[in-house]
């Protein structure tokens, strides 16, 4: 069930057609889900403020309404070690169109997932699994499922993957904890059809399983173009 924030989130996007990361990430969080320990910089002096409280090493993320691909425009940066890097860091995305302010997150390690919802125009809600991060595109390897998903769907989803060995344990590497990977697609197949009438579709990549949790370190929400926004009741041209 959506919350009164998560409504606020989704209402003040609707012109904009799409979630900035700090409101996907705080939707996503609203709904249970886990993601990184987060701010939303305005300013340099609160970058340095958040990575000082978060800790080192950091990730820093640009956040433009103008755009949508960060990675496309050199708007993600790792491995930020240190407040002189920090500050280089806002100096580089600050020349990003539209540039807005800075997000600062922990890193998170793990085995890198995809987890993904899509309206159908035929089918309705679905769900995919898959192994995720930059090469998704590339070698394909993921499982669709109807949503609402069932108890019993997330493990068949896991078990359909080539890829799935690097979740077991491969070559001695620790296993990704399973349990938490599917306690995450059955929480997410819930606040997909809680949003129905909202979204067109949602990327949660990559995902960061670890032996821990499953934890979202990326998310892209796209709202319906141009519908009545069953938030408001009011017509809405999310158009970006």
């Given at each position: 069930?959506?919350?009164?924030?998560?409504?606020?989130?989704?209402?003040?996007?609707?012109?904009?057609g799409?979630l900035?990361?700090p409101?996907?990430k705080?939707?996503l969080k609203?709904?249970?889900?886990?993601?990184?320990?987060?701010?939303?910089?305005?300013?340099?002096?609160?970058?340095l403020r958040f990575?000082?409280?978060?800790?080192?090493?950091?990730?820093a993320?640009?956040?433009?309404?103008?755009?949508?691909?960060?990675s496309d425009h050199g708007?993600?940066?790792?491995g930020?070690?240190?407040?002189?890097?920090?500050?280089?860091?806002?100096?580089?995305?600050s020349?990003?169109e539209?540039?807005?302010g800075?997000?600062v997150?922990?890193?998170v390690?793990?085995?890198?997932?995809?987890?993904?919802?899509?309206?159908d125009?035929q089918f309705?809600?679905?769900?995919?699994?898959?192994?995720?991060?930059?090469?998704?595109?590339v070698?394909?390897?993921?499982?669709?499922?109807?949503?609402?998903?069932?108890n019993?769907?997330?493990?068949?989803?896991i078990q359909?993957?080539?890829?799935?060995?690097?979740l077991e344990?491969y070559?001695?590497?620790?296993?990704?904890?399973l349990?938490s990977?599917?306690d995450?697609l059955l929480r997410?197949s819930?606040?997909?059809?809680?949003?129905?009438g909202v979204?067109?579709?949602?990327?949660?990549?990559?995902v960061?399983c670890s032996s821990?949790?499953?934890?979202i370190?990326d998310v892209?929400?796209?709202?319906?173009?141009?519908t009545?926004?069953?938030?408001?009741?009011?017509?809405?041209?999310?158009?970006?």
């Amino acid at each position: 069930m959506l919350t009164k924030r998560m409504k606020e989130i989704l209402a003040a996007s609707a012109g904009r057609g799409w979630l900035l990361e700090p409101d996907g990430k705080e939707l996503l969080k609203n709904a249970g889900l886990l993601v990184p320990r987060f701010a939303f910089a305005r300013s340099v002096q609160e970058a340095l403020r958040f990575a000082r409280t978060i800790g080192y090493p950091l990730v820093a993320k640009v956040v433009s309404p103008l755009v949508l691909h960060k990675s496309d425009h050199g708007g993600v940066l790792t491995g930020i070690a240190a407040d002189e890097e920090v500050q280089a860091a806002w100096r580089r995305l600050s020349t990003i169109e539209g540039f807005e302010g800075m997000l600062v997150e922990e890193t998170v390690q793990g085995v890198e997932m995809i987890v993904g919802a899509k309206i159908d125009f035929q089918f309705g809600p679905v769900i995919l699994l898959g192994m995720g991060g930059t090469a998704v595109d590339v070698c394909p390897d993921a499982a669709i499922r109807m949503a609402p998903l069932a108890n019993g769907d997330p493990g068949r989803m896991i078990q359909c993957l080539r890829g799935r060995r690097l979740l077991e344990g491969y070559r001695g590497r620790t296993p990704v904890d399973l349990a938490s990977l599917s306690d995450l697609l059955l929480r997410f197949s819930s606040i997909v059809m809680d949003l129905l009438g909202v979204i067109e579709s949602i990327d949660l990549n990559p995902v960061m399983c670890s032996s821990r949790a499953s934890v979202i370190a990326d998310v892209r929400v796209m709202l319906k173009p141009r519908t009545t926004n069953p938030l408001s009741g009011h017509a809405v041209d999310s158009t970006p």
